[in-house]
């Protein structure tokens, strides 16, 4: 995700006003890149989100996490 697309999210927008909750739902919508579903990106925002909550268990499987 580039930084003027960002500044632009939902995921920004839900930061900024403090809906930390609704953050990692919004980070999941962000799953193509371009027209294509790469494989593992919807296993990897679900990782992220996680993340951002600081869950321990935060990899959902190995393609979630580079090098894991």
Do not use: C, H
């Not at 990897?44 to 894991?68: C, H, M, Q, Y």
Request: glycine share 10%; aromatic share 10%.
């Amino acid at each position: 995700v580039g930084p003027t697309a960002f500044a632009k999210s939902s995921v920004a927008d839900y930061t900024n006003k403090k809906r930390f909750a609704e953050v990692p739902g919004r980070m999941r919508l962000w799953i193509r890149s371009g027209k294509k579903y790469p494989k593992g990106l919807k296993d990897r925002r679900k990782a992220e989100g996680d993340l951002f909550l600081g869950r321990k268990n935060f990899a959902s499987s190995k393609s979630a996490v580079p090098g894991a």
